[in-house]
């Protein structure tokens, strides 16, 4: 109401003038519009006649750390006949002319969270709560204040399989909690730090690890992590799981009726650097640190000679290399020089199939320069097999037909001179339906004689060509589901081979816009699980042609989006070596509520 008795008489004050002075049009008008724009500013205390205009005036001013952020902080003004409140980001300012000259302002900041409130300054030294406005005096209030950081704290291991080792580790410089553990792929977060470089972190690392590397995303060391205004540093723990070395001896003959001892040498870093072993031993280093560039050597021995030497990675031996949670094992193999007999298996490279025959032929040699008394090889029938005494063989093995699997049958060589070799066949049929496991025939026969019956072996691995196709179908019988309505699920599955496949089970997701219904049906999720819970139905061995099937039920939501018109369902059939053998899908039509009705009254 003042400020409209202001303007009322500003204008007619206005008129009077332009009747006078109608020559002095322009200046008249520039003046008029000159106090209209006087009117707009905020006053404290409202003009009006007869009043003196208040002297001081009051400038709020925002500064953030990190700058430029657009957060808005609330603030009250108060004092004499005065209440004001409003936001300011950073950079911005507000201004309070016309106060009354005096002290009893006061100026509050509402601090947002996830900030703090790192000074609050008047320019003449006023404090915050009682600031005094003297005649004429600009007073600028500076609230300054600084964004929280964060700390990440993340955790990974080589290998990265590793789920189960927990890592301690420590905080320090005011963070809380000041220890804590991880795992592989954890991590921990530490919010609302004060900006500062005071903060630390410790991994204690468990046995039979080792601290491969430890950053932090802005490069601060881990004894004293700077966080800056809002940052959010990242810092990681990179553990290596510590290898395992292991160098085992073999003899042929074994077992090694001299018991000759074998020499090694390794390099400085494997403590101890030199050792001996004898036929079966090993030697095992623990705790080794990943990396390549270790070395084994075997000094010569009389009366052997080293056959062969590998490592299982396949790392020479003189630079091994072992990967972090890596056991190697180098394995050296030594052959008697006095008498060397040797023995080697060939299947003529069939590849067998269930109720095939196969005819090993066995070629035995005495490649050394002594007669080898007794010589004797020594057949075990395979693992899914029985023995077959044909005609031609019957009377040059002491199996009996049929014999099963494990069965140890025997064939005399007798005297075998220096540099002389012979042959002979063995026979084993294969069972009419195989596991699923089975891939492979393996064979080893043993060559023998009086003073070594173990002197020699040989080796042979058939090919087996199998059969086993799991296949899954699923239907709905043709339902067609309301909101509301419950749906039940058949699948249908089969072994459409000829081998027994194990551990298969049927995996169901909870299809969208509905629940799972617990039946009593097998199934390891509970009544009432959501959209998109997986469930599990565990059906175990599945011989060869062997089928059955189970349902699945699922209720409908009651309320159901406008746009669904079918409910889509997706069940997955496997096992351990068929993991994903098959898929079975099925849509249920869905006759939903419409969403607009319409009805005719003809009354």
Same mark, same amino acid.
């Given at each position: 109401?003042?400020?409209?008795?202001?303007?009322?008489?500003?204008?007619?004050?206005?008129?009077?003038?332009? &009747?006078?002075?109608?020559?002095?049009?322009?200046?008249?008008?520039?003046?008029?519009?000159?106090?209209? $724009?006087?009117?707009?500013?905020?006053?404290?205390?409202?003009?009006?006649?007869?009043?003196?205009?208040?002297?001081?005036?009051?400038?709020? #001013?925002?500064?953030?750390?990190?700058?430029?952020?657009?957060?808005? #902080?609330?603030?009250?003004?108060?004092?004499?006949?005065?209440?004001?409140?409003?936001?300011?980001?950073?950079?911005?300012?507000?201004?309070?002319?016309?106060?009354?000259?005096?002290?009893?302002?006061?100026?509050?900041?509402?601090?947002?969270?996830?900030?703090?409130?790192?000074?609050?300054?008047?320019?003449?030294?006023?404090?915050?709560?009682?600031?005094?406005?003297?005649?004429?005096?600009? !007073?600028?209030?500076?609230?300054?204040?600084?964004?929280?950081?964060?700390?990440?704290?993340?955790?990974?291991?080589?290998?990265?399989?590793?789920?189960?080792?927990?890592?301690?580790?420590?905080?320090?410089?005011?963070?809380?909690?000041?220890? #804590?553990?991880?795992?592989?792929?954890?991590?921990?977060?530490?919010?609302?730090?004060?900006?500062?470089?005071?903060?630390?972190?410790?991994?204690?690392?468990?046995?039979?690890?080792?601290?491969?590397?430890?950053?932090?995303?802005?490069?601060?060391?881990?004894?004293?992590?700077?966080?800056?205004?809002?940052?959010?540093?990242?810092?990681? #723990?990179?553990?290596? &799981?510590?290898?395992?070395?292991?160098?085992?001896?073999?003899?042929?003959?074994?077992?090694?009726?001299?018991?000759?001892?074998?020499?090694?040498?390794?390099?400085?870093?494997? $403590?101890?650097?030199?050792?001996?072993?004898?036929?079966?031993?090993?030697?095992?280093?623990?705790?080794?640190?990943?990396?390549?560039?270790?070395?084994?050597?075997?000094?010569?021995?009389?009366?052997? @000679?080293?056959?062969? $030497?590998?490592?299982?990675?396949?790392?020479?031996?003189?630079?091994?290399?072992?990967?972090?949670? @890596?056991?190697?094992?180098?394995?050296?193999?030594?052959?008697?020089?006095?008498i060397d007999l040797s023995l080697t298996k060939d299947d003529g490279g069939v590849t067998?199939?269930?109720?095939?025959?196969?005819? /090993?032929?066995?070629? /035995?040699?005495?490649?050394?320069? @002594?007669?080898?008394?007794?010589?004797?090889?020594?057949?075990?029938?395979?693992?899914?097999?029985?023995?077959?005494?044909?005609?031609?063989?019957?009377?040059?093995?002491?199996?009996?037909?049929?014999?099963?699997?494990?069965?140890?049958?025997?064939?005399?060589?007798?005297?075998?001179?220096?540099?002389? @070799?012979?042959?002979?066949?063995?026979?084993?049929?294969?069972?009419?339906?195989?596991?699923?496991?089975?891939?492979?025939?393996?064979?080893?026969?043993?060559?023998?004689?009086?003073?070594?019956?173990?002197?020699?072996?040989?080796?042979?691995?058939?090919?087996?060509?199998t059969k086993a196709v799991l296949t899954l179908n699923k239907g709905d019988d043709g339902?067609?589901?309301?909101?509301?309505?419950?749906?039940?699920?058949?699948?249908?599955?089969?072994?459409?081979?000829? &081998?027994?496949?194990?551990?298969?089970?049927?995996?169901?997701?909870?299809?969208?816009?509905?629940?799972?219904?617990?039946?009593?049906?097998?199934?390891?999720? !509970?009544?009432?699980?959501?959209?998109?819970?997986?469930?599990?139905?565990?059906?175990?061995?599945?011989?060869?042609?062997?089928?059955?099937?189970?349902?699945?039920?699922?209720?409908?939501?009651?309320?159901?989006?406008?746009?669904?018109?079918?409910?889509?369902?997706?069940?997955?059939?496997?096992?351990?070596?068929?993991?994903?053998?098959?898929?079975?899908?099925?849509?249920?039509?869905?006759?939903?509520?419409?969403?607009?009705?319409?009805?005719?009254?003809?009354?």
């Amino acid at each position: 109401m003042p400020m409209f008795i202001f303007t009322v008489i500003l204008y007619q004050s206005f008129r009077r003038l332009l &009747q006078q002075h109608r020559s002095r049009l322009l200046w008249i008008t520039l003046v008029f519009l000159g106090a209209i $724009s006087f009117g707009t500013v905020e006053w404290a205390t409202p003009l009006s006649a007869g009043t003196t205009p208040p002297t001081g005036k009051i400038r709020v #001013f925002k500064v953030t750390k990190p700058s430029g952020d657009t957060t808005e #902080f609330s603030f009250n003004l108060s004092g004499p006949k005065l209440k004001r409140t409003f936001s300011l980001a950073d950079g911005e300012r507000k201004n309070v002319a016309n106060l009354t000259t005096g002290g009893g302002y006061s100026i509050s900041e509402a601090v947002p969270a996830g900030w703090m409130l790192q000074s609050a300054t008047c320019s003449d030294g006023s404090p915050i709560h009682n600031i005094n406005v003297g005649a004429n005096e600009v !007073v600028d209030c500076t609230f300054v204040n600084v964004k929280l950081g964060t700390i990440v704290v993340k955790v990974t291991t080589l290998p990265d399989e590793d789920l189960a080792t927990s890592f301690p580790l420590s905080a320090g410089g005011g963070l809380s909690p000041t220890t #804590f553990t991880l795992k592989n792929g954890q991590h921990y977060t530490f919010a609302d730090l004060v900006p500062g470089n005071h903060y630390n972190l410790v991994e204690t690392v468990p046995a039979g690890w080792m601290l491969g590397s430890a950053s932090c995303s802005d490069g601060s060391p881990f004894t004293k992590v700077d966080v800056s205004a809002g940052e959010t540093v990242t810092c990681i #723990f990179v553990n290596k &799981q510590l290898g395992k070395l292991i160098i085992r001896k073999t003899t042929l003959p074994d077992p090694d009726r001299t018991a000759s001892t074998f020499s090694f040498v390794t390099e400085n870093t494997l $403590s101890p650097n030199s050792f001996t072993l004898k036929n079966d031993e090993e030697r095992s280093y623990s705790n080794v640190e990943p990396r390549a560039g270790y070395q084994i050597r075997e000094l010569a021995t009389p009366n052997w @000679q080293l056959s062969s $030497s590998s490592c299982d990675n396949d790392s020479p031996l003189n630079n091994i290399r072992i990967d972090p949670g @890596q056991t190697v094992i180098c394995s050296f193999t030594n052959r008697g020089t006095l008498i060397d007999l040797s023995l080697t298996k060939d299947d003529g490279g069939v590849t067998a199939e269930p109720r095939d025959t196969i005819v /090993y032929t066995l070629r /035995y040699r005495n490649k050394g320069n @002594q007669t080898a008394n007794g010589v004797t090889i020594t057949e075990q029938v395979p693992a899914n097999t029985t023995f077959v005494a044909s005609p031609e063989i019957a009377a040059l093995w002491d199996c009996a037909n049929d014999a099963p699997a494990g069965s140890i049958c025997h064939h005399t060589v007798g005297a075998l001179a220096g540099g002389t @070799q012979g042959q002979v066949e063995f026979h084993v049929k294969l069972l009419n339906s195989l596991p699923a496991t089975v891939t492979t025939i393996d064979n080893t026969a043993t060559l023998g004689y009086r003073d070594n019956p173990n002197a020699a072996h040989g080796n042979s691995s058939t090919p087996v060509k199998t059969k086993a196709v799991l296949t899954l179908n699923k239907g709905d019988d043709g339902a067609k589901a309301k909101p509301g309505d419950t749906i039940r699920y058949t699948l249908d599955y089969k072994n459409e081979g000829n &081998q027994t496949i194990s551990g298969v089970r049927i995996t169901e997701t909870v299809p969208l816009n509905t629940t799972f219904v617990d039946l009593g049906e097998g199934w390891n999720c !509970v009544d009432g699980a959501p959209a998109g819970t997986r469930c599990v139905r565990e059906i175990g061995s599945i011989g060869g042609g062997k089928d059955g099937s189970f349902p699945f039920t699922v209720k409908v939501a009651t309320t159901l989006p406008p746009a669904v018109t079918a409910i889509e369902n997706r069940a997955i059939i496997g096992s351990p070596l068929y993991p994903n053998a098959d898929t079975g899908t099925e849509q249920t039509e869905v006759q939903a509520a419409p969403d607009l009705a319409v009805t005719i009254d003809n009354n």
